[in-house]
């Protein structure tokens, strides 16, 4: 079982939808969660962290985190053709830095 | 002015070369770290420091060498550089362990 998981995609949204970006961890004890998007060929770029269970809303970002069922997501309110990129999960792993990426979900936002 | 800047941004090199990608934070960040990017876009740690001293030490083959100067600076030295060494690799830093990270642009690594 990998440690983090997501739905490679490509995920397809119509511009204006709500885009749902979803996450699975493995490791119970995890305690800081993150949401990087990535432009093709560039690096990526944090958008969002959340540490506790429920919601964080930032903008048209929202980020749920559910513990007990070790899922984490990313909604993406109002759609935008530059909202389409590849979104990483990552998840902190022990007391060291270190972040254990998924492997990305594509979205693509048609006009 | 750039915060994360790595050197170079492309690399082509022939198999068993070594080469060295280096790295530069403006930040005040104490701790930085290394990322290897394959082609299939997984991102997996290789090494970090924190404040010059080494934290995380992946299983990685030890043609790789990390070296920390000082905290501002990460550089990575490869060795004997084989086609599975291919990928896009990333810096990045962080103030502690708890925030996330802010990366570099990347260093595009093809061996032929």
């Known amino acids: 079982q990998k440690e983090v998981e997501q739905n490679s995609g490509p995920l397809s949204v119509p511009e204006g939808a709500i885009a749902s970006l979803n996450c699975t961890y493995s490791?119970?004890?995890?305690?800081?969660f993150f949401w990087y998007r990535q432009y093709s060929g560039k690096s990526p770029e944090l958008i969002m962290s959340i540490y506790s269970n429920g919601d964080k809303e930032d903008g048209r970002f929202t980020a749920q985190l559910n513990k007990a069922s070790q899922y984490v997501s990313l909604l993406i309110r109002d759609s935008q053709p530059s909202d389409s990129a590849t979104y990483l999960c990552a998840v902190r792993s022990g007391n060291t830095g270190k972040l254990i990426f998924g492997q990305g979900t594509t979205l693509q936002v048609k006009p | 002015d750039t915060a994360v800047s790595q050197t170079p941004k492309y690399l082509v090199t022939q198999m068993g070369n070594d080469k060295s990608i280096k790295c530069e934070q403006n930040l005040g960040h104490d701790t930085m770290y290394w990322y290897k990017q394959d082609s299939k876009k997984f991102l997996k740690i290789m090494f970090s420091y924190n404040n010059k001293e080494l934290i995380i030490n992946e299983t990685v083959p030890n043609r790789f060498s990390p070296k920390s100067p000082d905290k501002a600076h990460l550089n990575l030295h490869i060795n004997s550089l084989e086609l599975g060494d291919s990928a896009v690799y990333f810096c990045?830093?962080?103030?502690?362990?708890?925030?996330?990270?802010?990366f570099g642009s990347g260093t595009r690594l093809t061996v032929v």
């Open positions: 990045a830093s962080s103030q502690g362990i708890l925030p996330g990270y802010t």
């Open positions: 490791d119970r004890g995890s305690q800081s």
